[in-house]
């Protein structure tokens, strides 16, 4: 509770450092005119009929049921890799042999193509809620689990001992000693799965199903509306760009205030 | 009666030897220094002591009631701030959060550690009060045997003595026995009831020298006057070679 009133506390000086960020997105949009003056409109509509569209959209009831339903599918599928990859890189971290029969089935993970996985998953499971949820999952899933496989492997013998000759009880030397450094392995590992979990659900939804964000964009594409698909594009990373920067950015300050 | 007996005690790193047939006896509320050269297996014997080390060969009886150790680079846990890191131990045995910090904050503020000191974590710590905050760690606890790896290294002079004063009040008060590592003979002599020269390669006792004056009653004129007949001794000459170093 505490530390949630000293996240609040420090939001306001946290986002007032964000003036640069927010001057790089203007300029970012500013060269985004530029480019629909030489273009034309079908090619990039201007930056104001975007937002313009943007805005028409967000009051409209079927949109929201879109969003609804990639963020249902992007948050179960992230859910089930957050909740497997760390449970299970804990335990590889823990095992020598397990972290080393592990790797290549990572390996294979994290090289085969998102894409190849949404063909196989469209083979075994249709058009579908699972398998978007099923292609998050071997996506982002190998992302937590390196992490958390890092953070175990890499804790400090040292201290261990340190904690030894102190008879730390063992849930004092897990909350104390071995947490906070594999926090710091597997909280990034987090926001990376995250990321990835929300680009595959457009990627996944876009080609194998009839609903969510990314069905809107392949129909958007179909009907060469261009606007309506970079209003939705917007609406995809505004979302990331809100829960990165307003909500994970600043745990991650208060969490890693030890480090330099 | 508790004690620390460490018979015939062989280590090998590998095939290293690194120490050889090593015997001495630390009783109940007694101070014992280990001094020798940089390498010397030192660290390595206070591990095996303190059971950090598993014993090869020889035998190592400690009956003490309780132990702590303040190591040599400190190890604090680098997410904690300062009185989080001193009250570790005491959290361990089971006391209560308030009072384990109140305990510790008096314990730093008594170590010369500053009030503005307390929440900082120790990437913004001068590396004396790392040492400080380790020391501080281990001597919160009043362990029945306390096992110290040069905790006074990296302090100034005045510090030094200071802590030095501390310690030996509160080893009086508690009956608390210590086995001290340093490499400072005027420290050794200062604190210790014996003084046991580890010689290196392979670490081995070459001579051992006892104090009977008690610590309090051993003022500045004592320390310099022992340090001086100790610097003359044979033994400690070879073992730090300081003949050689003599300018030409
Ligand atoms: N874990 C280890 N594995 C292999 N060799 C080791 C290990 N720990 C120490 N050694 C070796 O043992 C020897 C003695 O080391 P030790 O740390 O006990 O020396 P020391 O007397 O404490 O030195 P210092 O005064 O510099 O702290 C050194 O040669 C060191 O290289
Ligand atoms: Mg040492």
Request: with cysteine; hydrophobic share 50%; glycine share 8%.
């Amino acid at each position: 509770m505490k530390f949630i009133l000293k996240i609040l506390k420090n939001l306001p000086a946290y986002l007032w450092s964000g003036w640069g960020a927010i001057a790089s997105i203007l300029l970012f949009i500013a060269f985004w005119d530029i480019g629909n003056q030489i273009y034309g409109n079908l090619v990039l509509p201007s930056p104001l009929e975007t937002f313009k569209t943007l805005y028409a959209m967000l009051h409209s009831q079927d949109v929201w049921e879109q969003i609804d339903i990639t963020l249902y599918r992007a948050s179960v599928g992230f859910g089930l890799s957050l909740l497997f990859g760390s449970v299970l890189g804990l335990i590889a971290g823990f095992f020598a042999t397990a972290s080393m029969m592990s790797r290549p089935v990572v390996t294979i993970l994290v090289g085969m193509p998102p894409i190849a996985w949404i063909v196989l998953a469209m083979i075994w499971f249709g058009m579908g809620d699972e398998t978007v949820i099923f292609t998050i999952l071997v996506a982002s899933f190998p992302i937590i689990f390196v992490g958390a496989l890092q953070g175990t492997r890499t804790l400090d013998g040292d201290l261990k001992e340190m904690a030894d000759s102190f008879h730390l009880p063992w849930h004092m030397k897990f909350i104390d000693v071995y947490f906070p450094h594999i926090f710091s392995y597997i909280f990034p590992a987090w926001v990376s799965g995250l990321g990835m979990a929300w680009k595959i659900v457009i990627m996944a939804e876009l080609l194998a199903t009839s609903d969510g964000l990314g069905a809107s964009l392949a129909v958007a594409r179909s009907q060469l509306d261009t606007p309506t698909a970079l209003a939705l594009v917007v609406i995809m990373i505004g979302s990331l760009m809100f829960i990165e920067y307003i909500i994970l950015e600043p745990i991650k300050r208060e969490v890693e205030l030890w480090r330099s | 009666m508790e004690k620390l007996e460490v018979k015939n005690l062989n280590h090998h790193f590998g095939f290293t030897e690194i120490l050889r047939d090593i015997n001495f006896t630390l009783s109940k509320g007694k101070i014992l220094s280990i001094v020798g050269p940089s390498g010397g297996g030192k660290t390595t014997l206070l591990h095996l002591c303190s059971g950090l080390l598993d014993v090869e060969e020889g035998s190592i009886t400690n009956t003490f009631d309780s132990s702590s150790f303040a190591f040599q680079e400190g190890r604090l846990l680098p997410w904690k701030n300062v009185i989080d890191n001193i009250a570790l131990g005491l959290l361990a045995k089971g006391k209560n959060k308030s009072i384990s910090t109140q305990k510790a904050k008096e314990i730093a503020l008594k170590f010369g550690l500053e009030e503005e000191d307390f929440l900082k974590f120790p990437k913004d710590l001068s590396g004396g009060m790392k040492q400080r905050v380790s020391f501080a760690r281990a001597l919160v606890v009043k362990p029945s045997l306390l096992f110290l790896d040069e905790p006074f290294s990296a302090l100034d002079i005045g510090l030094k003595k200071e802590l030095q004063t501390h310690l030996i009040e509160i080893s009086k008060e508690e009956n608390i026995s210590i086995l001290f590592i340093t490499h400072d003979i005027m420290e050794a002599i200062r604190l210790s009831d014996e003084i046991l020269l580890l010689k290196a390669d392979p670490g081995h006792i070459a001579k051992k020298f006892s104090y009977a004056l008690t610590q309090e009653k051993r003022d500045d004129r004592f320390v310099y006057e022992e340090s001086a007949k100790i610097l003359q001794d044979k033994d400690i000459i070879e073992t730090f070679e300081l003949n050689t170093l003599e300018l030409k």
